[in-house]
């Protein structure tokens, strides 16, 4: 059982954005969800986590590894899968991750070569080995992202914004494979897509401007605005006078009408209907 964390951790950028903003999480094996809009701080914290940018203050450690002092041991523990996944032309699955096996001090051939076979097998893609990466589909390269992550039996695997790009059935198969290794390791999985933490992940936090507005289980947070939720289908040129009148905490289109969701101790006005919330729901109270 790994034990990752984080206290005080605070970083701005030299342009004065504040990205990281005193904070403080303790995460154990399983999936961890960390949710926030665009610009929220998600890249800025799992970066420093991965030991490639340095934090102005705070501490960060894995078990008894301090991240921050000791980032050379911690990279023999880390699966580190970045947003782009960049790959070199023309190389095939295969060799792709003995090379990386080879850069992360596997320098036995066999045992390289039985791992290549079990980590291809692994992300369901050892019929595909031999194939060049680079016309694989954006699913296939995240399942070698994943592969490649799992390199050298990490205690802590940081996936960030996987599931961008990919259509809904290899968003699927990701999110299966995802849930398999995460029994013995921890993963965190960075994300502004409310369903991928919903889905996969039993303890999450929401962050905005650089802040963890919320840590717990999404099941505990969605239980609070229970009976707090209530929708309507308004005209388009109603939404400005229902967000002077309301709190809307979201409003999209269904059928080329805004349906709005509005956060309310009591039904708010005629024509509302309480509806069970869900984890987007919530994001939108905490970010707003
Ligand atoms: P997220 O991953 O949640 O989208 P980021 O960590 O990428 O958020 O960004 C947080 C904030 O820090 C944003 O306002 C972003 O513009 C800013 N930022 C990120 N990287 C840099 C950088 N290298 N220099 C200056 N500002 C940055």
Redesign the pocket.
Known sequence: MATLKICNLSKT???G?K?LDNINIEISNGMFGLL????????????TLATLQEADSGTASLDDIDILKNPTELRKLLGYLPQEFGVYPKITAQQLLDHIAILKGITNGNERKELVNYLLQKVNLYNERSKSVKGFSGGMKQRVGIAQALIGNPKLIIV??PTAGLDPGERNRFHNLLADVSEDVIIIL?T?IVEDVTELCSNMAI?NL?KMVYQGSPQNVINDLKGKVWQKIIERNEINEYKTNFTVISDKMVAGKPLIHVLSETNPDNGFESVIPDLEDVFFTKIN
């Open positions: 950028y030299p342009n954005v990205a926030g809009p665009n610009g929220a701080g998600k890249s800025s914290l799992m970066r960030d914004e960075s502004h962050m650089g």
